[in-house]
């Protein structure tokens, strides 16, 4: 997939696939794979310092300050606007804080047609997965094309600052790189004696760059649409985003993650509109129920299945029965001395948007508070209506079956203005 997707060089993508290591510390018995090419170990080391505490006191507060920044300068007074297309609003919102948070201002910045660029290259990725020959739909190469390119402008001047201005090995933020994790990653890369040269590094800071944003976008698409589109939902929404702010007026990340309704919608969102396929191949046979699972078979779980297996099935408290298919805002709370608590007790194993095990997605707490603080600035900032007839969704747009987030497959047009009382702070 690193060769379809992204353009890795063909001497990366043979290297990715012998490396037979696995990717815990001490490398799966047998696995004669040189230290310096355990490819997929390094792959956890970067995303475990790219997603640890002092990387994500760093990359939080950049994220909701660029929030903040980007709806204080939207284009959009007190007056309803009417617009086509909620989900581009949601892309041309979370792309450019997301990128901004990970890298600073440099990479967009530099690539002032990335963010348009990418969108192209993201909407071609089902069909590059294909593997079909690329002149199919030139289009596809083209645009990856032009984000690899973009990849290593920003990686060239990158280098030129750094070495002009050396940041501290252990700094959580370098000026010239963004995040610390990602320059120390430079280490990474430059072990490997010679495998990842200009052209393997783009295409791996591009596939780094997809990883970060390209499930987050329709995940709080959803996120938003389904409290807009559900009776009374918004209101309560709202109301609970009041008592996530510190004495300064200010959004306490930690406090709204935390909220219990907001929680449960954000765990809802995940179980009816993620399709991911959790792949694995079996180390040692198994045994399961009347099935043998034989060593080195292929195997395949997919979420979407599980999340709309009748486990799903519930009543609430007024008898009213919630199915599967249906989004149920308070499906994951459970009354705790008289109040509500967002629970995942007993789900585990069936709620899998992030997969399982050794190999669960690493950018998943990432992914909350993106959704949530995308959710709880956009509605503190703004009136937000959708104009869809009352009772409808978009279908999940299933041609990104497998990837994750499903990005809706019918636009939606809605209408929004500036609040009265709209701070973004
Ligand atoms: C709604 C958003 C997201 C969803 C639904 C999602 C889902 C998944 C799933 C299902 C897997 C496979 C897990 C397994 O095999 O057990 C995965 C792996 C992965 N995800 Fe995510 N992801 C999301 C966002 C992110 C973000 C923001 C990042 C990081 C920047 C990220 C980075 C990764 C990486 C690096 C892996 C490979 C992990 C490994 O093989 O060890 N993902 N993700």
Redesign the pocket.
């Known amino acids: 997939m690193f060769g379809l997707l992204f353009g890795a060089p063909k001497k990366v993508c043979d290297a990715t696939l012998a490396d037979d290591s696995g ?1 815990g510390a001490k490398p799966y018995p047998g696995s004669s794979v040189h230290p310096s090419r355990r490819i ?1 170990r390094n ?2 080391l970067f ?1 475990s310092d ?1 997603f640890s505490k002092p990387s994500m006191d760093e990359l939080i507060p950049r994220f909701l300050r660029s929030l903040e920044e980007h709806c204080a300068a939207l284009n959009i007074g007190d007056e309803w606007v009417e617009r086509p297309d909620f989900y581009m609003f949601l892309r041309d919102v979370v792309f450019p804080c997301g990128v901004n948070s990970f890298y600073g201002k440099s990479m967009l910045g530099l690539n002032p047609d990335l963010e348009e660029d990418f969108r192209i290259f993201d909407e071609n990725i089902p069909f590059l997965a294909t593997g079909m020959p690329t002149w199919f739909r030139p289009q596809a190469a083209r645009y990856r094309a032009k984000c690899l390119a973009a990849m290593k402008r920003w990686r060239r001047e990158a280098m030129r600052q750094s070495e002009k201005n050396p940041a501290p090995d252990t700094a959580e933020w370098d000026p010239a790189w963004g995040l610390g994790a990602i320059r120390r990653r430079n280490k990474l890369f430059a072990a490997t004696d010679g495998l990842f040269d200009e052209d393997a590094t783009a295409a791996s800071d591009l596939a ?1 760059m997809w ?2 944003t390209s ?2 976008i329709p ?1 709080t698409f959803w996120f938003l649409f389904e409290i807009l589109a559900t009776e009374n939902l918004l209101g309560r929404a709202r109301n609970e985003l009041q008592g996530t702010r510190t004495d300064a007026g200010i959004f306490d990340p930690t406090k709204v993650i935390n909220a219990p309704l907001l929680q449960s919608v954000y765990a809802e969102v ?1 179980r009816l509109h ?1 399709a ?1 396929l ?2 694995r191949s079996v180390k040692q046979t198994h045994s399961l129920d009347n099935w043998v699972l034989p060593k080195d078979q292929y195997i395949i779980v997919a ?1 979407h299945v599980e999340h709309r297996d009748s486990y799903w099935n519930a009543v609430d408290a007024s008898n009213k029965h919630h199915p599967p298919s249906e989004f149920w805002a308070e499906r994951f709370l459970v009354s705790e001395e008289g109040t509500s608590k967002f629970s995942l007790e007993g789900k585990q194993g069936r709620w899998m ?12 707490h ?2 909350k508070y993106e959704m949530m603080l995308s959710f709880a600035v956009l509605v503190s900032v703004f009136d937000i209506e959708l104009l869809s007839p009352g009772g409808w969704r978009p279908d999940d747009n299933l041609a990104r079956y497998g990837f ?2 499903q990005p809706p497959k019918q636009k939606v047009k809605f209408r929004i203005r500036r609040r009265s009382d709209g701070k973004t702070s």
């Open positions: 990717i997929m792959q956890v995303f790219a780094t990883a970060f499930n987050v995940a995940l993620v991911s959790v792949t979420s948007p992030y997969g399982m095990g050794e190999h669960m997605c690493p950018g998943r990432f992914v994750g987030a």
